[in-house]
């Protein structure tokens, strides 16, 4: 099977980190989750994680040139170039999405999809408060939720207008989301096949 390399875009609590499991599994590609790697630098005590630490606690973004960074770093790596990649909780602003367009035509490796796993806003809510992480707190939920609709919403036009956008609907039991998605990854990769 060829390499797929896949953006997961959805808002928080949408259930993206629950299928973007699954999808590395059924696709044998490499999960990049911006949010994983900055939990682990985090709990590590890095310089990174320290860094990071308020920033996240309080809902916020980390900065982009940071986080382009921490992204091309890690798309680099072998294993990214023999299994592609699954991109969960980036690109997330518009400089973010710049900043991998370029990555992505410097390597020669164009993207297959942007899928948003899309779950109405009250409902991601009441599922976020529900699984009581330590950054979920009322406040930083509403602020992450702010965030997602003025920073990375504008980003699906961004896909759409370079036809890449798959629009899946979040709703329902975790196996039918996964069905969804597997089959409007399929098609997007049966259409770059025939081309
Ligand atoms: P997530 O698990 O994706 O919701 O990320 C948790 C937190 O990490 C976010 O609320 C941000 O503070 C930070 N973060 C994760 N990914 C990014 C990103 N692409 N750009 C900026 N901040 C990020």
Redo the contacts with the bound molecule.
């Keep these: 099977m060829t390499a797929v390399r896949l953006v997961i875009l959805g808002r ?1 609590g949408s259930g993206k980190g629950t299928q973007a499991a699954r999808l590395v599994e059924a696709y044998d590609t490499v999960h990049i ?4 790697m ?1 939990r682990a630098a985090v709990g590590a005590e890095t310089e990174l994680g320290l860094q990071a630490r308020a ?2 606690d309080a ?4 900065g982009d040139d940071l ?1 382009n960074s921490i992204v091309a770093e890690r798309l680099a790596q072998d294993d990214v170039a023999e299994h592609g990649f699954l991109l969960d ?5 518009p400089d ?1 999405a710049a900043a991998l367009e370029g990555i992505l035509a410097e390597a020669g490796t164009p993207m297959d999809a942007a899928m948003n796993l899309d779950v109405p806003v009250d409902e991601v809510t009441v599922r976020m408060m529900a699984r009581g992480r330590a ?1 979920d707190t009322a406040e930083a939920i509403r602020r ?1 939720l702010d965030l997602y609709e003025s920073e990375t919403a504008p980003l699906l036009a961004w896909f759409a207008d370079r036809g890449l956008l798959e629009v899946v609907d979040g709703l329902g039991a975790e196996d039918d989301v996964f069905i969804r998605l597997t089959l409007a990854i399929d098609r997007r990769l049966s259409v770059g096949d025939a081309s």
């Design positions: 928080q989750s911006t949010g994983d900055l920033v996240m809902g916020e973004l980390v986080i909780g980036y690109p997330r602003t973010q950054d992450r």
